[in-house]
């Protein structure tokens, strides 16, 4: 199985703070990463697929990047309605994986 | 808009079996390979099972091979997860979702509590 190892567990930030989250896949994946968005209570919201694509309706203060076995995702300029739990996930191979989360608080 | 709605979830005991179904509106349900994600209480996401559009392919994480059978009615836009030989760390909301590009999943429904204990 492909091991997706996910950092920082914990992180917080300012509001107007640029953050970064990581993904570190124990293979090479081909961009085949997706981040999700899951408020407290909520069902999980697809954010960035392939990577870097944003899906739509989704605020372009989120970006994704990588290739091979590194990827992140990047929120410019924290607001509160950021405030939430992240993962990643790679769609490369079955079992589909994910990361074990990043829960984003705001400081 | 896009719908996924799931039902079926409740408390059961080990060894019990349980069905969930999902009712999908507002896409072409045929056209779509689609998924169950679990997420154990204050635990991570965890995929279960995926079906092809056809339902002629599927897939499963192997703590499930063999339990847990995924099945669709295109007829009906309707998904299906029979769980049986339940046991306690299934505990669980499941989650109906769509497969979207390279793998992303771009629905999701709002989740079904499944909770196995005697």
């Known amino acids: 199985d492909i091991q997706m190892t996910q950092s920082p567990a914990s992180l917080s930030a300012s509001l107007g703070e640029t953050v970064s989250i990581e993904c570190l896949a124990s293979v090479g994946i081909s961009n085949d990463l997706a981040w999700y968005q899951q408020k407290s209570g909520k069902s999980p919201q697809l954010l960035i697929y392939a990577a870097s694509r944003l899906q739509d309706g989704v605020p372009s203060r989120f970006t994704g990047s990588g290739s091979g076995t590194r990827y992140s995702l990047k929120i410019s300029g924290m607001q509160p309605e950021d405030e939430a739990d992240y993962f990643c996930q790679q769609g490369y191979t079955y079992p589909v994986t994910f990361g074990s989360g990043t829960k984003l608080e705001i400081k | 808009e896009v719908r996924l709605v799931e039902s079926g979830g409740g408390l059961v005991q080990p060894g019990r079996s349980l069905k969930l179904s999902c009712a999908a509106s507002?896409?072409?349900?045929?056209?779509?390979?689609m998924a169950w994600v679990r997420q154990a209480p204050t635990k991570g996401l965890e995929w279960v099972a995926s079906i092809s559009n056809s339902g002629t392919t599927t897939y499963y994480r192997d703590s499930v091979r063999g339990r847990f059978f995924i099945s669709r009615d295109n007829a009906e836009s309707a998904l299906y997860l029979q769980m049986d030989s339940l046991r306690s760390e299934d505990t669980a909301t499941y989650y109906c979702?769509?497969?979207?590009?390279?793998?992303?999943?771009?629905?999701w429904g709002q989740g079904v509590m499944v909770t196995v204990s005697s």
């Open positions: 507002g896409f072409t349900f045929s056209d779509s390979y």
């Open positions: 979702t769509r497969v979207g590009t390279r793998y992303g999943f771009d629905y």
